[in-house]
Antibody, heavy 123, light 107 residues
Framework: EVQLVESGGGLVQPGGSLRLSCAAS????????MDWVRQAPGKGLEWVGR??????????EYAASVKGRFTISRDDSKNSLFLQMNSLKTEDTAVYYC??????????????WGQGTLVTVSS | AIQMTQSPSSLSASVGDRVTITCRAS??????LGWYQQKPGQAPKLLIY???TLQSGVPSRFSGGGSGTDFTLTISSLQPEDSATYYC?????????FGQGTKVEIK
């Protein structure tokens, strides 16, 4: 059974940093790209970014709103995904989901999601 | 970034009704579009990818269509458990962008 479990959320002051983790199990982690998606309270979904796998040089993509402040990484030996968030702003307050990318030919989708972890940026 | 616009923002329909949600992209995205369902307090769930391919385990009353800039999600016979918010997302290029969501309520 595929499982994604996020952790590391909490309350942080504006300008602070936080590192989220996502523990993956039930599938071959190294085969998949992995994404982070967030959802501000009462709002819609916002794609945060992606890390590709080793076969694709662990390259990353980011939303403009987080580029330069957030860094996505992975540890394949521990089947773990990370989101390092620096220079946090109040507008970064959201539930953060990790999600597995499934590629079917030229199509991609997010076929499994974690339950999310809440990050609150407030003084 | 490509903008995705869903309509309507919300709707209310009766059990058994046929419901259609539309999603329009600000530029052509081939068929690189997915639909996700999210219930309160839960993570999103993949329904459809590549505009019209039903994800395994998703009921056949859900269907997707369209290509280029205009897409639809149809629920052929609305069920009580379909009460949720539905999102489209383009995977044509980066950054991926979601529509603002359509909240479906049961009358």
């Amino acid at each position: 059974e595929v499982q994604l479990v996020e952790s590391g959320g909490g309350l942080v002051q504006p300008g602070g940093s936080l590192r989220l983790s996502c523990a993956a199990s039930g599938f071959t982690f190294t085969d998949h790209y992995m994404d982070w998606v967030r959802q501000a309270p009462g709002k819609g979904l916002e794609w945060v970014g992606r890390t590709r796998n080793k076969a694709n040089s662990y390259t990353t993509e980011y939303a403009a709103s987080v580029k330069g402040r957030f860094t996505i990484s992975r540890d394949d030996s521990k089947n773990s995904l990370f989101l390092q968030m620096n220079s946090l702003k109040t507008e970064d307050t959201a539930v953060y989901y990790c999600a597995r990318v499934q590629s079917q030919g030229s199509a991609s989708c997010l076929d499994y999601w974690g339950q999310g972890t809440l990050v609150t940026v407030s003084s | 970034a490509i903008q995705m616009t869903q309509s309507p923002s919300s709707l209310s329909a009766s059990v058994g009704d046929r419901v259609t949600i539309t999603c329009r992209a600000s530029q052509g995205i081939r068929n690189d579009l997915g639909w996700y369902q999210q219930k309160p307090g839960q993570a999103p769930k993949l329904l459809i990818y590549a505009a019209s391919t039903l994800q395994s385990g998703v009921p056949s009353r859900f269907s997707g269509g369209g290509s280029g800039t205009d897409f639809t999600l149809t629920i052929s016979s609305l069920q009580p458990e379909d009460s949720a918010t539905y999102y489209c997302v383009q995977d044509y290029n980066y950054p991926w962008t979601f529509g603002q969501g359509t909240k479906v309520e049961i009358k």
